[in-house]
């Protein structure tokens, strides 16, 4: 089973105002299905931008053999 981390949009309170979660899921799942765990959130409405990863998780997935998504590798780089 591949297993990747990327991020999952959640409900929006405003018109084109999205809020994302930072997942680690399944390959072939789809961007709204079950996950595996919840590590982080990422909310770019905010200036600056709102992110929140837990780096134990984090690094506990990567260990494992978790790819992070070309988007959640660049959140991860200005985290920090």
């Known amino acids: 089973m591949a297993v990747v981390i990327r991020?999952?949009?959640i409900s929006a309170k405003a018109k084109k105002r999205f809020n994302?979660?930072?997942i680690v899921c399944d390959k072939t799942s789809a961007r709204d299905s079950r996950f595996l765990d919840e590590i982080g959130?990422?909310?770019p409405s905010k200036k600056p931008a709102a992110l929140k990863i837990d780096k134990e998780k984090l690094n506990f997935?990567?260990?494992r053999g978790a790819t992070p998504s070309?988007?959640?590798r660049s959140l991860i780089k200005k985290e920090k």
Do not use: A, C, G, M
Request: charged letters at 40%; zero cysteines; proline letters at 0%.
């Open 70 to 72: 070309d988007t959640v």
């Open 41 to 43: 959130y990422y909310d």
């Open 61 to 63: 997935w990567l260990k």
């Open 20 to 22: 994302f979660r930072v």
């Open 7 to 9: 991020l999952r949009k």
